[in-house]
């Protein structure tokens, strides 16, 4: 089955460490995304990639970093910079680049929380 | 700049009942997408319907359907026939450039029995 594998679904961080949440898909899509979910809230862009070796940041980039190595992954870390990095974090993922009317399919979700 | 706005936290609805969402928006594109999405207790998001701004007709998806009024710049989700397995939260979101999407807050449904 296509889809979105987003892993861990649990991720603990201590104070000052970098962690890095893993997004792979076996849709084929060209572009792929981050988003940020804080209790109650909707969904903030953190960055978005629209083909290998590219990415640009989105609305809440600050402390957070990515990669674009390969068509199917797209790995966000969240660095020491950070400070209030507990949240739920979703991975998306579409074809189409640059056109508006192409939905997004997601993965499950990784919860992070600091010890 | 993109702005959506869900005015609803929570909504109830009564199993086999039909319920609105509402959903209003604001943007200087002349082209743009609306779309929703349920996202139930387990975290992932599902997409439901997609409206574009020139599309002619409002959009169905079997018990999902947007009333779109384009100059009221609304974009409202109905849900026919409730079932209980709707209880979730849902969002309204627009498509903005490099088709990135612009969500609202959400709205929590539960449906009573």
């Known amino acids: 089955d296509g889809g979105i594998t987003q892993s861990p679904k649990y991720l603990f961080r201590k104070e000052g460490q970098n962690v890095t949440l893993s997004c792979e898909q076996n849709?084929?899509?060209?572009?792929m995304y981050w988003y940020r979910q804080d209790p109650g809230q909707g969904l903030r862009l953190i960055y978005y990639?629209?083909?290998?070796?590219?990415?640009q940041k989105g609305d809440i980039a600050e402390g957070y970093s990515v990669s674009r190595e390969k068509k199917e992954s797209f790995p966000l870390t969240v660095t020491s910079a950070q400070k209030n990095p507990t949240a739920f974090y979703l991975c998306?993922?579409?074809?189409?680049?640059?056109?508006?009317?192409?939905?997004?399919?997601f993965g499950d979700g990784t919860r992070l929380s600091i010890l | 700049a993109q702005k959506i706005t869900q005015t609803q936290p929570g909504m109830f609805v009564q199993e086999k009942e039909a319920v609105t969402l509402d959903c209003t928006y604001d943007?200087?594109?002349?082209?743009?997408?609306l779309f929703w999405y349920k996202q139930p207790s387990s975290g992932e998001m599902i997409f439901l319907i997609y409206?574009?701004?020139?599309?002619?007709q409002n959009a169905t998806e079997g018990r999902y359907s947007l009333n779109f009024q384009k100059a009221r710049k609304s974009a409202n989700l109905v849900i026919s026939a409730s079932q209980l397995g709707d209880s979730a939260m849902y969002f309204c979101?627009?498509?903005?450039?490099?088709?990135?999407?612009?969500f609202g807050t959400g709205t929590r449904l539960t449906v009573i029995p």
């Open positions: 409206q574009g701004s020139y599309d002619q």
């Open positions: 849709l084929n899509h060209d572009a």
């Open positions: 998306a993922s579409s074809t189409r680049k640059g056109v508006s009317n192409q939905p997004q399919h």
């Open positions: 990639s629209q083909i290998v070796n590219d990415f």
């Open positions: 979101a627009m498509g903005r450039g490099a088709n990135n999407l612009f």
């Open positions: 943007t200087s594109d002349p082209s743009y997408g």
